[in-house]
Protein backbone atom coordinates (compact mmCIF):
# COMPACT_ATOMS: atom_id res chain seq x y z
CA UNK A 1 0.00 0.00 0.00
CA UNK A 2 1.38 3.51 -1.01
CA UNK A 3 0.15 7.21 -0.36
CA UNK A 4 0.38 10.30 -2.73
CA UNK A 5 2.66 11.34 0.00
CA UNK A 6 4.21 7.62 -0.12
CA UNK A 7 3.69 7.70 3.47
CA UNK A 8 1.32 4.96 5.28
CA UNK A 9 1.27 3.57 8.56
CA UNK A 10 0.42 -0.12 8.26
CA UNK A 11 0.74 -3.55 10.73
CA UNK A 12 -0.53 -6.43 8.20
CA UNK A 13 0.22 -8.24 5.30
CA UNK A 14 -3.00 -9.10 4.26
CA UNK A 15 -3.53 -7.62 0.51
CA UNK A 16 -7.05 -8.64 0.09
CA UNK A 17 -10.05 -8.33 1.99
CA UNK A 18 -13.24 -10.26 2.14
CA UNK A 19 -17.21 -8.01 1.21
CA UNK A 20 -20.48 -8.96 0.85
CA UNK A 21 -21.27 -7.23 -1.95
CA UNK A 22 -25.24 -6.12 -2.84
CA UNK A 23 -26.27 -5.96 -6.26
CA UNK A 24 -29.68 -5.28 -6.03
CA UNK A 25 -32.73 -7.57 -5.27
CA UNK A 26 -32.65 -9.93 -8.20
CA UNK A 27 -29.01 -10.60 -7.58
CA UNK A 28 -28.51 -10.05 -4.16
CA UNK A 29 -25.37 -10.84 -2.29
CA UNK A 30 -22.12 -12.46 -3.14
CA UNK A 31 -19.48 -12.81 -0.39
CA UNK A 32 -16.10 -11.48 -2.63
CA UNK A 33 -12.79 -11.19 -2.27
CA UNK A 34 -11.22 -6.93 -2.63
CA UNK A 35 -8.14 -6.24 -3.14
CA UNK A 36 -7.23 -3.26 -0.15
CA UNK A 37 -6.91 0.12 -1.35
CA UNK A 38 -4.06 2.49 -2.16
CA UNK A 39 -4.76 4.91 0.78
CA UNK A 40 -4.34 8.41 -0.22
CA UNK A 41 -3.67 11.39 2.81
CA UNK A 42 -6.03 11.28 5.39
CA UNK A 43 -7.10 7.88 5.10
CA UNK A 44 -7.62 5.08 6.91
CA UNK A 45 -8.12 1.24 7.08
CA UNK A 46 -10.26 -0.25 9.69
CA UNK A 47 -10.13 -3.94 10.48
CA UNK A 48 -14.04 -4.91 11.34
CA UNK A 49 -14.00 -6.60 14.59
CA UNK A 50 -18.33 -6.53 14.25
CA UNK A 51 -21.10 -5.04 12.06
CA UNK A 52 -24.53 -4.85 13.26
CA UNK A 53 -27.86 -4.57 10.35
CA UNK A 54 -29.68 -1.49 10.48
CA UNK A 55 -32.61 -1.07 9.60
CA UNK A 56 -31.80 1.24 6.72
CA UNK A 57 -29.95 -1.59 5.16
CA UNK A 58 -32.99 -4.00 5.74
CA UNK A 59 -35.22 -1.27 3.47
CA UNK A 60 -32.86 -1.66 1.02
CA UNK A 61 -32.42 -5.19 0.76
CA UNK A 62 -36.21 -5.59 0.23
CA UNK A 63 -35.95 -3.06 -2.49
CA UNK A 64 -37.43 0.10 -0.52
CA UNK A 65 -34.80 2.75 -0.83
CA UNK A 66 -32.85 3.04 -3.93
CA UNK A 67 -29.62 2.66 -3.06
CA UNK A 68 -26.88 3.12 -6.03
CA UNK A 69 -25.06 -0.32 -6.66
CA UNK A 70 -23.51 -2.43 -6.43
CA UNK A 71 -22.16 -1.78 -2.72
CA UNK A 72 -21.23 -3.03 0.40
CA UNK A 73 -23.84 -2.08 3.20
CA UNK A 74 -23.44 -2.16 6.56
CA UNK A 75 -23.10 1.48 8.29
CA UNK A 76 -22.83 0.26 12.25
CA UNK A 77 -19.22 -1.65 13.10
CA UNK A 78 -16.38 -1.14 15.24
CA UNK A 79 -12.89 -2.04 14.31
CA UNK A 80 -9.19 -1.85 14.26
CA UNK A 81 -6.83 0.44 12.48
CA UNK A 82 -4.44 -1.41 10.53
CA UNK A 83 -3.07 1.41 8.22
CA UNK A 84 -3.12 5.18 8.26
CA UNK A 85 -2.37 7.36 5.13
CA UNK A 86 -0.58 10.29 6.83
CA UNK A 87 -1.95 11.34 9.87
CA UNK A 88 -5.46 10.72 11.22
CA UNK A 89 -6.83 12.38 13.72
CA UNK A 90 -9.36 11.87 16.90
CA UNK A 91 -11.86 14.34 17.95
CA UNK A 92 -9.70 15.99 20.45
CA UNK A 93 -7.23 16.63 18.15
CA UNK A 94 -5.02 14.05 18.89
CA UNK A 95 -2.75 11.60 16.18
CA UNK A 96 -4.80 8.04 15.91
CA UNK A 97 -2.41 5.13 15.26
CA UNK A 98 -2.46 1.68 14.20
CA UNK A 99 -3.97 -0.54 16.78
CA UNK A 100 -6.63 1.82 18.10
CA UNK A 101 -10.17 0.78 18.72
CA UNK A 102 -12.32 2.98 16.64
CA UNK A 103 -16.03 3.83 15.18
CA UNK A 104 -16.40 6.67 12.52
CA UNK A 105 -19.24 9.02 11.41
CA UNK A 106 -21.84 7.54 9.29
CA UNK A 107 -20.55 9.80 6.41
CA UNK A 108 -18.08 12.87 5.62
CA UNK A 109 -17.91 16.10 5.32
CA UNK A 110 -15.53 18.61 4.14
CA UNK A 111 -16.12 21.06 7.29
CA UNK A 112 -16.07 23.98 4.80
CA UNK A 113 -19.45 24.04 3.09
CA UNK A 114 -22.31 26.10 4.46
CA UNK A 115 -23.90 23.57 5.71
CA UNK A 116 -20.49 22.14 7.96
CA UNK A 117 -20.23 26.05 8.98
CA UNK A 118 -23.65 26.21 10.13
CA UNK A 119 -23.01 23.33 12.46
CA UNK A 120 -24.99 20.71 10.75
CA UNK A 121 -22.17 18.74 9.02
CA UNK A 122 -23.98 15.69 8.50
CA UNK A 123 -25.65 17.49 5.37
CA UNK A 124 -22.29 18.50 4.11
CA UNK A 125 -22.70 19.47 -0.17
CA UNK A 126 -20.20 16.38 -0.56
CA UNK A 127 -21.16 14.14 1.65
CA UNK A 128 -20.66 10.54 1.40
CA UNK A 129 -22.15 7.89 3.73
CA UNK A 130 -21.06 4.11 4.12
CA UNK A 131 -22.91 1.26 3.09
CA UNK A 132 -25.08 3.89 0.81
CA UNK A 133 -22.61 4.42 -2.18
CA UNK A 134 -21.83 2.55 -5.06
CA UNK A 135 -18.45 0.94 -5.07
CA UNK A 136 -15.83 2.46 -7.50
CA UNK A 137 -12.04 2.04 -8.32
CA UNK A 138 -10.80 3.20 -5.22
CA UNK A 139 -13.66 3.01 -3.02
CA UNK A 140 -14.92 -0.55 -2.97
CA UNK A 141 -14.52 -1.32 0.72
CA UNK A 142 -17.77 1.38 1.90
CA UNK A 143 -19.18 -0.40 4.03
CA UNK A 144 -19.43 -2.39 7.51
CA UNK A 145 -19.80 -5.93 5.86
CA UNK A 146 -16.84 -7.08 5.11
CA UNK A 147 -13.74 -8.14 6.76
CA UNK A 148 -12.20 -4.32 6.29
CA UNK A 149 -13.70 -0.65 5.74
CA UNK A 150 -12.13 1.91 3.64
CA UNK A 151 -12.58 5.38 5.99
CA UNK A 152 -11.96 7.96 3.57
CA UNK A 153 -11.31 11.99 4.22
CA UNK A 154 -13.52 13.98 6.22
CA UNK A 155 -14.67 10.51 8.13
CA UNK A 156 -14.77 11.92 11.82
CA UNK A 157 -12.73 9.13 13.88
CA UNK A 158 -13.97 8.02 17.63
CA UNK A 159 -11.86 6.22 19.86
CA UNK A 160 -13.76 3.32 21.45
CA UNK A 161 -12.60 1.75 25.19
CA UNK A 162 -11.66 -1.90 24.97
CA UNK A 163 -13.69 -2.40 27.45
CA UNK A 164 -16.47 -1.90 25.97
CA UNK A 165 -18.48 -4.94 24.44
CA UNK A 166 -19.04 -4.38 20.60
CA UNK A 167 -22.06 -5.83 20.45
CA UNK A 168 -23.03 -2.33 21.63
CA UNK A 169 -20.25 -0.25 19.94
CA UNK A 170 -20.74 -1.35 16.59
CA UNK A 171 -25.14 0.35 16.39
CA UNK A 172 -23.21 3.21 18.14
CA UNK A 173 -22.35 5.17 15.25
CA UNK A 174 -25.83 4.74 13.97
CA UNK A 175 -29.27 4.30 16.76
CA UNK A 176 -27.03 5.81 19.31
CA UNK A 177 -25.81 8.77 18.05
CA UNK A 178 -28.87 9.19 16.56
CA UNK A 179 -30.32 9.55 19.69
CA UNK A 180 -28.04 11.63 21.15
CA UNK A 181 -28.11 14.14 18.11
CA UNK A 182 -32.14 14.30 19.08
CA UNK A 183 -31.73 14.69 22.63
CA UNK A 184 -29.15 17.67 22.22
CA UNK A 185 -31.61 19.35 19.15
CA UNK A 186 -34.50 19.68 21.74
CA UNK A 187 -32.32 20.49 25.06
CA UNK A 188 -33.72 17.86 26.71
CA UNK A 189 -33.74 18.39 30.46
CA UNK A 190 -33.39 16.29 33.96
CA UNK A 191 -36.88 18.30 34.23
CA UNK A 192 -38.15 17.35 30.89
CA UNK A 193 -41.13 14.27 31.09
CA UNK A 194 -40.21 12.76 28.51
CA UNK A 195 -42.47 10.18 25.95
CA UNK A 196 -40.86 7.83 23.73
CA UNK A 197 -42.48 6.48 20.83
CA UNK A 198 -41.19 3.32 19.64
CA UNK A 199 -39.57 1.01 21.44
CA UNK A 200 -37.13 -0.82 19.04
CA UNK A 201 -33.42 -0.13 18.75
CA UNK A 202 -33.69 3.68 18.94
CA UNK A 203 -36.54 3.71 21.99
CA UNK A 204 -34.63 1.75 24.20
CA UNK A 205 -31.64 3.64 24.00
CA UNK A 206 -33.85 6.97 24.15
CA UNK A 207 -35.24 5.72 27.27
CA UNK A 208 -32.30 4.75 28.52
CA UNK A 209 -30.36 8.05 27.84
CA UNK A 210 -33.29 9.99 29.34
CA UNK A 211 -32.66 8.43 32.55
CA UNK A 212 -28.91 9.08 32.11
CA UNK A 213 -29.62 12.26 31.92
CA UNK A 214 -31.60 12.09 35.13
CA UNK A 215 -34.97 12.81 33.72
CA UNK A 216 -37.58 10.95 36.20
CA UNK A 217 -40.45 10.08 34.05
CA UNK A 218 -40.75 8.62 30.96
CA UNK A 219 -43.68 7.34 29.24
CA UNK A 220 -42.40 4.56 26.45
CA UNK A 221 -44.82 3.77 23.85
CA UNK A 222 -45.20 0.38 21.25
CA UNK A 223 -47.87 -1.61 19.90
CA UNK A 224 -45.83 -4.35 21.21
CA UNK A 225 -46.16 -5.92 24.78
CA UNK A 226 -42.28 -7.11 24.85
CA UNK A 227 -40.85 -4.20 23.59
CA UNK A 228 -42.78 -2.59 26.13
CA UNK A 229 -41.53 -4.94 28.71
CA UNK A 230 -38.00 -4.41 27.61
CA UNK A 231 -38.68 -0.30 27.97
CA UNK A 232 -39.48 -1.23 31.39
CA UNK A 233 -35.99 -3.37 32.06
CA UNK A 234 -34.08 -0.21 30.67
CA UNK A 235 -35.58 2.18 32.60
CA UNK A 236 -39.05 3.36 31.31
CA UNK A 237 -41.21 4.67 34.16
CA UNK A 238 -44.39 3.65 32.24
CA UNK A 239 -45.00 1.60 28.64
CA UNK A 240 -48.15 1.88 27.54
CA UNK A 241 -50.25 0.94 24.34
CA UNK A 242 -50.85 3.89 21.96
CA UNK A 243 -54.50 3.89 22.93
CA UNK A 244 -53.46 4.39 26.36
CA UNK A 245 -50.83 7.17 25.98
CA UNK A 246 -53.45 10.49 25.56
CA UNK A 247 -54.35 9.53 29.00
CA UNK A 248 -50.94 8.56 30.23
CA UNK A 249 -49.56 12.20 29.31
CA UNK A 250 -52.41 14.41 30.52
CA UNK A 251 -51.78 12.64 33.72
CA UNK A 252 -47.92 12.69 33.96
CA UNK A 253 -47.08 15.32 30.99
CA UNK A 254 -45.40 15.26 27.60
CA UNK A 255 -42.35 17.66 27.85
CA UNK A 256 -40.37 15.96 25.25
CA UNK A 257 -41.64 13.81 22.61
CA UNK A 258 -39.05 11.39 20.86
CA UNK A 259 -41.15 9.75 17.53
CA UNK A 260 -38.75 6.97 16.66
CA UNK A 261 -41.08 4.56 14.70
CA UNK A 262 -41.63 6.67 11.61
CA UNK A 263 -45.05 6.14 11.82
CA UNK A 264 -47.85 8.07 10.79
CA UNK A 265 -50.36 8.13 13.69
CA UNK A 266 -47.28 7.92 16.47
CA UNK A 267 -46.26 10.80 14.53
CA UNK A 268 -49.88 12.66 14.94
CA UNK A 269 -50.04 11.16 18.34
CA UNK A 270 -46.91 13.34 18.99
CA UNK A 271 -48.42 16.63 18.12
CA UNK A 272 -51.77 15.39 19.90
CA UNK A 273 -49.98 15.00 23.47
CA UNK A 274 -46.85 17.73 23.71
CA UNK A 275 -47.44 19.73 26.53
CA UNK A 276 -47.35 23.50 26.71
CA UNK A 277 -43.68 24.58 25.78
CA UNK A 278 -43.34 20.84 24.77
CA UNK A 279 -40.18 20.15 22.39
CA UNK A 280 -41.23 17.00 19.64
CA UNK A 281 -38.37 15.68 17.92
CA UNK A 282 -39.48 13.95 14.94
CA UNK A 283 -36.54 11.04 14.33
CA UNK A 284 -38.23 8.19 12.94
CA UNK A 285 -39.45 8.92 9.59
CA UNK A 286 -37.09 8.89 7.22
CA UNK A 287 -39.11 7.66 4.45
CA UNK A 288 -41.99 8.99 2.56
CA UNK A 289 -45.40 7.97 4.69
CA UNK A 290 -48.92 9.32 4.75
CA UNK A 291 -49.46 12.86 5.45
CA UNK A 292 -50.46 14.21 9.14
CA UNK A 293 -52.60 17.59 9.44
CA UNK A 294 -52.99 19.79 12.63
CA UNK A 295 -54.49 23.13 13.52
CA UNK A 296 -51.97 25.77 13.20
CA UNK A 297 -52.75 28.33 16.20
CA UNK A 298 -53.04 25.28 18.87
CA UNK A 299 -49.17 24.88 18.26
CA UNK A 300 -48.54 28.55 17.96
CA UNK A 301 -50.38 28.80 21.37
CA UNK A 302 -49.02 25.99 22.80
CA UNK A 303 -45.62 27.28 22.10
CA UNK A 304 -44.80 24.15 20.80
CA UNK A 305 -41.13 23.13 19.18
CA UNK A 306 -40.59 20.57 16.42
CA UNK A 307 -37.09 19.75 15.29
CA UNK A 308 -36.31 17.08 12.23
CA UNK A 309 -33.60 15.44 13.63
CA UNK A 310 -31.13 12.93 11.10
CA UNK A 311 -27.88 11.29 12.07
CA UNK A 312 -25.84 13.22 13.61
CA UNK A 313 -22.49 15.51 14.05
CA UNK A 314 -19.12 13.69 15.58
CA UNK A 315 -19.62 15.09 19.00
CA UNK A 316 -23.35 13.33 19.07
CA UNK A 317 -21.15 10.27 18.53
CA UNK A 318 -18.42 11.04 21.57
CA UNK A 319 -21.50 11.11 23.88
CA UNK A 320 -22.96 8.45 22.07
CA UNK A 321 -19.60 6.10 23.15
CA UNK A 322 -19.04 8.24 26.44
CA UNK A 323 -23.45 7.26 27.49
CA UNK A 324 -22.66 3.28 26.48
CA UNK A 325 -19.67 3.46 28.52
CA UNK A 326 -21.45 5.32 32.00
CA UNK A 327 -24.74 3.35 31.23
CA UNK A 328 -25.84 1.02 33.76
CA UNK A 329 -27.90 -0.69 30.81
CA UNK A 330 -24.76 -1.83 29.36
CA UNK A 331 -25.58 -5.71 30.32
CA UNK A 332 -29.52 -4.86 28.47
CA UNK A 333 -27.73 -3.33 25.45
CA UNK A 334 -25.68 -6.53 24.98
CA UNK A 335 -28.40 -8.52 25.63
CA UNK A 336 -30.12 -7.31 22.77
CA UNK A 337 -27.71 -8.83 19.92
CA UNK A 338 -27.25 -11.89 19.72
CA UNK A 339 -24.38 -14.38 18.78
CA UNK A 340 -23.32 -12.78 15.46
CA UNK A 341 -23.59 -14.25 12.43
CA UNK A 342 -20.52 -15.20 9.70
CA UNK A 343 -19.80 -13.00 7.12
CA UNK A 344 -19.80 -15.86 4.24
CA UNK A 345 -23.75 -16.37 6.47
CA UNK A 346 -24.86 -13.17 5.31
CA UNK A 347 -28.10 -14.30 3.99
CA UNK A 348 -28.98 -15.96 7.11
CA UNK A 349 -28.37 -12.79 8.73
CA UNK A 350 -30.42 -10.87 6.97
CA UNK A 351 -33.37 -13.22 6.46
CA UNK A 352 -32.95 -13.44 11.13
CA UNK A 353 -32.95 -9.43 11.12
CA UNK A 354 -36.19 -9.56 9.09
CA UNK A 355 -37.74 -11.52 11.34
CA UNK A 356 -37.24 -8.76 14.04
CA UNK A 357 -36.86 -11.02 16.96
CA UNK A 358 -33.80 -8.81 18.13
CA UNK A 359 -33.47 -5.51 17.79
CA UNK A 360 -30.00 -5.70 15.70
CA UNK A 361 -28.54 -8.79 14.30
CA UNK A 362 -24.75 -8.74 14.21
CA UNK A 363 -22.16 -9.81 11.59
CA UNK A 364 -18.27 -10.53 11.75
CA UNK A 365 -15.33 -11.63 9.66
CA UNK A 366 -14.81 -15.25 9.14
Known sequence: MTTMANDVT?????????AAVWSGVDEGFSVDPQPLPELRVGEVLVA????????SDLHTI?????????????????GHVVA?????????????????????????????????????????????????????????LNGGFASHCHLISGTGL?????????????????????????????ELDAGDVVVVLGCGMLGLTA???????????????????????????????????????AATAKEHGADVVFEL????????????????????ALVGSVSPAPEISFEPSGYVKNLTTVVGSHNYRIDDLVEAIDFLRRTPAQQLFVDLIPDAFDLADIDDAVAFARTGAAPRIAVRPN
Open 48 to 55: IELATICG
Open 207 to 245: VAYAKDRGVETVIAVDIDPARRALALEFGATFAVAPEDL
Open 10 to 18: KTSTTTVAT
Open 158 to 186: VPVPDDLPAAIAAPANCATATVTCAARRV
Open 84 to 140: IGGDALGPDGRALAVGDRVTWTIGTSCGTCRRCRRGIPQKCTTLRKYGHEAMDEHWK
Open 261 to 280: SGNSRAVQSAFDIVDMGGRI
Open 62 to 78: AGDRPTPLPTVLGHEAV
